[in-house]
T-cell receptor, first 115, second 116 residues
Framework: KQEVTQIPAALSVPEGENLVLNCSFT??????LQWFRQDPGKGLTSLLL?????REQTSGRLNASLDKSSGRSTLYIAASQPGDSATYLC??????????????FGSGTQLTVLP | SAVISQKPSRDICQRGTSLTIQCQVD?????MFWYRQQPGQSLTLIAT?????????ESGFVIDKFPISRPNLTFSTLTVSNMSPEDSSIYLC?????????????FGPGTRLTVL
C-alpha cells in the first residue's frame, strides 16, 4: 500500500527566503505526482503535475522535482512571500489500472511566511 | 484547467438532518470524485461518481449514508444523510478531465459542514 510522507509538518520562514518542501513515497510505481496548495477552510489548488517520465516542472517561482527511483519529490519556492502561506500537499497516482489508480495524499506541510 | 463550483460553500446543520451538496464543472470530464477532509486531517476519498450508474464507494463509506448522483458529465451531488457531529468536515468535489484521463486532478472550493 502506497504511503506518502511530507516533512516537515510545519515550517516558518522570513519573507524573501528560498525554501524546499519534501515529499517521499514508498511505492515507486507511480503514474504521476501532483503538488497542491490549500488555504485554510478552502479547496485545493493544483500547482504542478509531474509525469513519471519527467524530472521536474516549473511554474513561476515554483519548481518541483521528481526522483522516482528513490521515491522522492521536492517543491522549491523561490523568494517566498507572505501570500505563499498555506498548506502544501503532495499526492501520487499509481501506475496500476482501474479504480486503484486513485491519488494518495501526504498529510501536508503548513507553511508560514513572515513579513 | 477545469473550473469547479460547489453549493453551498458552508452550512450549519442539526443532528439527524440531511444536506445535499452540488458540484458543477464548466466542461465535460471523465471522472468525478467526492472527498472528505476532517478537521486537521488530509483528504479521504468517499466515492467515484459514475455517470448514469451507482457510485463506487471506498471502504468505510456506504450509499445509505452518502448517496451520490451524477446525471451527466458536468454535474454531481453528494448527500450527507442522518448527520451527526462526526460528519463535520470539508467536502470536496474533484475531477479529472476528458482529454487527460487519469492525469491532472482539480478540486472544487469545498463545502464546509458543521453539524450541531
Amino acid at each position: 500500500k502506497q504511503e506518502v510522507t511530507q516533512i516537515p509538518a510545519a515550517l516558518s520562514v522570513p519573507e524573501g527566503e528560498n525554501l524546499v518542501l519534501n515529499c517521499s513515497f514508498t511505492d515507486s510505481a507511480i503514474y504521476n505526482l501532483q503538488w497542491f496548495r490549500q488555504d485554510p477552510g478552502k479547496g485545493l489548488t493544483s500547482l504542478l503535475l509531474i509525469q513519471s517520465s519527467q524530472r521536474e516542472q516549473t511554474s513561476g517561482r515554483l519548481n518541483a522535482s521528481l526522483d522516482k527511483s528513490s521515491g522522492r519529490s521536492t517543491l522549491y519556492i523561490a523568494a517566498s512571500q507572505p501570500g505563499d502561506s498555506a498548506t502544501y500537499l503532495c499526492a501520487v497516482r499509481p501506475s496500476r489500472s482501474g479504480s486503484a489508480r486513485q491519488l494518495t495524499f501526504g498529510s501536508g506541510t503548513q507553511l508560514t511566511v513572515l513579513p | 484547467s477545469a473550473v469547479i463550483s460547489q453549493k453551498p460553500s458552508r452550512d450549519i446543520c442539526q443532528r439527524g438532518t440531511s444536506l445535499t451538496i452540488q458540484c458543477q464543472v464548466d466542461s465535460q470530464v471523465t471522472m468525478m470524485f467526492w472527498y472528505r477532509q476532517q478537521p486537521g486531517q488530509s483528504l479521504t476519498l468517499i466515492a467515484t461518481a459514475n455517470q448514469g450508474s451507482e457510485a463506487t464507494y471506498e471502504s468505510g463509506f456506504v450509499i445509505d449514508k452518502f448517496p451520490i448522483s451524477r446525471p451527466n458529465l458536468t454535474f454531481s451531488t453528494l448527500t450527507v444523510s442522518n448527520m451527526s457531529p462526526e460528519d463535520s468536515s470539508i467536502y470536496l468535489c474533484s475531477v479529472v478531465g476528458l482529454a487527460d484521463s487519469y492525469n491532472e486532478q482539480f478540486f472544487g472550493p469545498g463545502t464546509r459542514l458543521t453539524v450541531l
